[in-house]
């Protein structure tokens, strides 16, 4: 099961040890001519894959051609030394077809993990100062103090025109050394992987040259280390780029189900508990499943979190695209006035905090949600009503701006207003939790609206179970006391053991980068006996170094973009799922 949210969102893979729940997807076929050398067709005749090509518009295979799947390529590839003529090796290599439709005919599938390095390049040209465009960079730029004049080179990394890396700008310099490494996952159509150095403007950008290596050769060789020649627009210099490059392809192996080279390892203790929206009510289709000889009970995950919450003797930890302080966790199907019976959520945490555990909430700051504009916000986060509640309490609530590379006033507003703190997680120790720390991590927001059960009714729940939670985003066509509401379905989870641990982490490393004055606000947590369980666990982020502190040993596990680091293992999960899946997606 993979649980994901957009933005800094979070998610986790969980396998019980029982059930296989992901597979190999087999390869591409290769439609390779009779041109094909010895070596390679008397191996994929030796492998025994003949094969045809499928699909709506595939071609029959020609006289005398031998049909094998990428795998057995990549295998009788795999003998071919640095020194070999790969031109011959890939002669006669005909284009795939991919749903019904012909690739470019000198293109080659570029289908792995590709690994990538530019360490530096050497005699750039100078595009600074040469014309009135750069004079008047040269009056935006920020650098008032700015003693040079020189290019300000960067790297754009492509396969054919589609751009997939991007090294950092270095300012000011003819001779950059960017030593940045870049990991990605590739399955595209091309020729030729590019190389452009660009000289980056206040406005606008200039060429300073280009290279290229071919898709051919990289596949062919796998590892290639080389200084490049620049082709420049520029007289009387000759720029070079040093590269190297590593290229993985993907094979026909079964996978395992631990995404490996990420942050949080695949975790063997602890248990998962799934959810199906805030409150699932009993349906005859529990009875007829069974769980060690007994109908499956239920959970409702609003209920669980009420309990955790209430349970709680050291820490309370919340994060939250949005959170509201008046809303009920816990209500009861039938009688209204039971339901008003129930503490309501800002109660509760402030009952909490006041008994001695720390109760910090780290919630998105929506950009339109001031005391000045709409208190409610463009979206309805009510991110600072629910600051203003808590701000005469012993609970920290802390709202956090999304950055992102801040580089000028309309980079930080283009950042401020376009992207958002997705996470959703409540971590606590539970004291009815033998190891101690459980979290909920999933889609549902603590927050107004997101109470719903699986009958999801739009009128006779609005002066019961939703009387104080009445949510419609169309206005003008429903009434708080008759409806129609408006329904919401999502999923969640429980999570407990080591993995529970991790999201702990993301919290304290978000915490430290976004709420720095409060930072010893954060409780040390005892370490706690783990025990091997039948749950395979792993954790995955998609977050950026603006947003968390991340951890100096772990820093080989992350990625970069224009020399700013993040975690993407959420992405690479999904391009895992995708390249195992062998029967459906």
């Known amino acids: 099961a993979v649980v994901s949210t957009q933005s800094t969102g979070i998610g986790f893979y969980c396998v019980p040890f029982v059930i296989t729940v992901v597979q190999t997807m087999r390869s591409t076929n290769l439609n390779v001519s009779n041109k094909f050398s010895p070596l390679l067709e008397r191996k994929l005749r030796h492998k025994k894959s003949q094969c045809h090509l499928s699909g709506p518009n595939s071609k029959p295979a020609a006289a005398g051609t031998v049909l094998g799947n990428f795998s057995d390529w990549n295998a009788a590839m795999s003998d071919v030394s640095e020194d070999a003529d790969y031109d011959q090796l890939l002669d006669g290599l005909e284009p795939e077809y991919m749903n019904g439709k012909h690739l470019n005919p000198d293109a080659f599938y570029f289908r792995g993990d590709l690994k990538v390095t530019v360490n530096s390049a050497h005699n750039l040209p100078n595009a600074d100062g040469t014309n009135i465009k750069d004079r008047f960079n040269s009056l935006l730029s920020r650098n008032k103090e700015k003693k040079k004049d020189l290019s300000d080179p960067y790297v754009n990394i492509c396969i054919d025109d589609h751009k997939i890396l991007q090294t950092k700008v270095i300012k000011d310099e003819l001779d950059p050394v960017w030593n940045e490494t870049f ?83 695949l975790r063997h203790t602890g248990e998962v508990r799934l959810y199906q929206d805030a409150c699932c009510l009993p349906s005859p289709l529990h009875q007829q499943i069974q769980v060690h000889g007994n109908p499956l009970l239920a959970h409702s995950a609003w209920d669980d979190i009420s309990d955790s919450i209430e349970n709680a003797t050291n820490f309370i ?218 749950w395979r666990i792993q954790i995955y982020r998609s977050i950026p170094v603006d947003a968390a502190l991340f951890d100096d040993n772990k820093k080989h596990t992350l990625l970069s973009k224009h020399g700013r680091r993040y975690e993407a293992s959420i992405h690479r999960a999904y391009v895992s799922g995708v390249r195992n899946a062998e029967n459906f997606l």
Not at 218 to 231: E, G, P
Not at 405 to 413: F, H, Q, S, V
Not at 429 to 453: F, I, K, N
């Open 183 to 265: 990991e990605t996952e590739v399955s595209h159509e091309g020729t030729r992987l590019y190389f452009w150095v660009w000289d980056d403007d206040v406005v606008g950008k200039e060429k300073l040259g280009h290279a290229h290596i071919e898709i051919k050769e990289i596949i062919a060789k796998k590892v290639i280390r080389r200084k490049l020649d620049l082709f420049t627009p520029f007289r009387n210099c000759t720029p070079t780029l040093d590269v190297e490059i590593e290229f993985d392809p993907v094979s026909d192996d079964v996978g395992e189900f631990e995404l490996t080279r990420t942050y949080f390892p």
């Open 317 to 534: 930890y919340i994060t939250g695209w949005s959170m509201t302080h008046n809303i009920r966790l816990k209500r009861d199907q039938n009688d209204a006035q039971k339901t008003k019976s129930y503490a309501q959520l800002g109660d509760l945490l402030k009952e909490k905090a006041s008994n001695g555990v720390q109760v910090l909430v780290l919630l998105w700051d929506e950009p339109f949600n001031n005391e000045e504009l709409a208190m409610s916000g463009v979206v309805g986060t009510n991110d600072e009503v629910t600051r203003i509640y808590f701000s005469n309490s012993k609970v920290k609530c802390v709202l956090a701006t999304r950055q992102k590379n801040k580089r000028g006033m309309l980079e930080t507003l283009v950042s401020n207003t376009s992207f958002s703190h997705h996470q959703k997680t409540v971590i606590c120790d539970d004291s009815r939790v033998s190891c101690g720390t459980v979290a909920y991590v999933g889609g549902l927001d603590l927050t107004v609206g997101r109470y719903d059960d699986q009958n999801h009714t739009l009128f006779k729940s609005c002066k019961n179970q939703h009387q104080d939670d009445f949510y419609q985003t169309f206005p003008g066509i429903a009434s708080s006391d008759h409806g129609p509401r408006q329904p919401w379905h999502d999923v969640h989870s429980r999570i407990t053991g080591e993995a529970a641990q991790d999201v702990l982490a993301n919290f304290t490393e978000r915490w430290k980068i976004e709420a720095p004055k409060d930072v010893s606000s954060l409780v040390t947590c005892p370490d706690e006996d783990q025990l091997d369980s039948n």
